[in-house]
């Protein structure tokens, strides 16, 4: 299930980053972050591509969302600018951010690629 994330809740799950200088994954799981726009075309497009990973990759990884109308000094705090911007999260590591509408076959390839994560 995706999960929408405010900045509390990005601080409490993901990482503190008005704490923290260097990048500390809190979660247990490997993480996909949509930073994503109700009024963004393409943002509409990835939404049920990442809803159904959420579905095939469940207990593997876990997929969030942040609305960056809602959440803009979130989204600032990771440079977006433009979206939909994906930031996938490996355990250990740098996340790594992909920008624009990737298809379902390229986000598994990073998905098995960066989060080291087999095909579900």
Known sequence: MV???TKETFIQKVF???HEKEWKYKGELP??????APWCGPCRMVSP???KIAE???GKIVVYKVNTDEEQEL??????Q???SILFVPLNGQPQMAVGALPKATIVDVIKN????AAA
């Open 16 to 18: 503190d980053f008005e």
């Open 114 to 117: 960066v989060l080291g994560v």
């Open 31 to 36: 993480a996909i972050i949509d930073f994503w």
């Open 3 to 5: 999960e929408n994330l």
């Open 82 to 84: 433009s979206i939909p």
């Open 75 to 80: 989204a600032g705090a990771f440079g977006i």
């Open 56 to 58: 095939e990759y469940d």
């Open 49 to 51: 591509i990442l809803d």
